[in-house]
Nanobody, 125 residues
């Protein structure tokens, strides 16, 4: 069992930055990948970014490429999402997730086995 706890959300203005953190506990993370998803009211949960846990390969949605950076610190099982140049359309609840299988589709929420409770990011114009 893997427990995920996000932190770092908040209310910011357009153009500001935020850094989200996700701490994985319960056991040393031995899964394949971790990722960030977001969900705005009335919309489906969408892929934001993911990282292959052991090799560090990163993947981004086109909407955040060049503005967001995903990273991880393997030693303390922590995942980060640095968000720069935030836009009002980035407003959503952000969730971290853990994938155990190496053969699943990184961009699909159905591929992830564990989820955090979410942290709200609100960007005002």
């Amino acid at each position: 069992q893997v427990q995920l706890v996000e932190s770092g959300g908040g209310l910011v203005q357009a153009g500001d930055s935020l850094r989200l953190s996700c701490a994985a506990s319960g056991r040393t993370f031995s899964g394949s990948a971790m990722g960030w998803f977001r969900q705005a009211p009335g919309k489906e949960r969408e892929f934001v970014a993911a990282v292959r846990w052991n090799v560090g390969n990163t993947f981004y949605a086109d909407s955040v490429k060049g503005r967001f950076t995903i990273s991880r610190v393997n030693a303390n099982n922590t995942l980060y999402l640095q968000m720069n140049a935030l836009k009002p359309e980035d407003t959503a609840a952000y969730y971290c997730a853990a994938m155990m299988s190496a053969y699943s589709i990184l961009r699909s929420p159905n591929s992830y086995n564990y989820w955090g409770q979410g942290t709200q990011v609100t960007v005002s114009s």
